[in-house]
């Protein structure tokens, strides 16, 4: 089971801004640590987009940003491209588990 | 370029046992943790286990310990993972991929393609 709460699916037209949240609790996200964001593309493994709460790895479009507010934490695309369809996770680590916590998952549709 | 190519999935009936390797190439392997993650349609990316960059120190989620191991060979550039007992549950697409920062703090940089590991009678 996920610790992490993500929801299903999000959609959008081409060129708008979507965003998605990453919910936990008081033993992951509460406890300020880190949160990452990874995007799936349709058959093929999970690729890093977001570490550290809002830094992106070199090669990753500035379309995608991290944020947090309060005990959720959030990632947006603006100027969304057909080529963003695909599944996003966030990642982070959970102290009463001792284990690294996924979410469980958001699907984003272009319209 | 990183690489991380993972081999050695397959069927297994349940209580059999799999080694699933990873090849690593394009960095210094030693200098690095490393994971296995786990992905299936109904539980989602679920994190199995890592281990220091030498070996000493390795991690598991609990469903898996006393059951599975981790493992790696810096001189070999491989990560490898002995599965013993396997259940239905086990049943993914294993992906191998490499860790960044703090333990407390880490995140996964780069994956490799997953094998897939069926358990079924």
């Known amino acids: 089971q996920s610790v992490l709460t993500q929801a299903p699916s999000v959609s959008g037209a081409p060129g708008q801004r979507v965003t998605m949240s990453c919910t936990g609790s008081?033993?992951?996200?509460?406890?300020?640590?880190?949160v990452h964001w990874y995007q799936q593309l349709p058959g093929t493994a999970p690729k890093l987009l977001i570490y550290g709460n809002n830094n992106r790895p070199s090669g990753v479009p500035d379309r995608f940003s991290g944020s947090k507010s309060g005990a959720s934490h959030s990632l947006a695309i603006s100027g969304l491209q057909a080529e963003d369809e695909a599944d996003y996770y966030c990642q982070s680590y959970d102290s009463r588990l001792s284990d690294y916590v996924f979410g469980t998952g958001t699907k984003v549709t272009v319209l | 370029e990183v690489q991380l190519v993972e081999s050695g999935g397959g069927l297994v009936q349940p209580g059999g046992s799999l080694r699933l390797s990873c090849a690593a190439s394009?960095?210094?392997?030693?200098?690095?943790?490393m994971s296995w993650v786990r992905q299936t349609p109904e539980k989602g990316l679920e994190w199995v286990a890592n281990i220091r960059e030498d070996g000493s120190e390795k991690f598991y989620v609990n469903s898996v310990k006393g059951r599975f191991t981790i493992s790696r060979d810096n001189g070999k550039n491989s990560l490898y993972l002995q599965m013993n007992s396997l259940r239905v549950e086990d049943l993914a697409v294993y992906y191998c991929?490499?860790?960044?920062?703090?333990?407390?703090?880490?995140?996964?940089?780069?994956w490799g393609q997953g094998t897939l590991v069926t358990v079924s009678s």
């Open positions: 394009g960095f210094t392997f030693s200098r690095y943790w």
């Open positions: 991929a490499r860790d960044q920062g703090g333990r407390r703090r880490q995140y996964r940089d780069y």
């Open positions: 008081s033993s992951n996200i509460g406890a300020d640590y880190d």
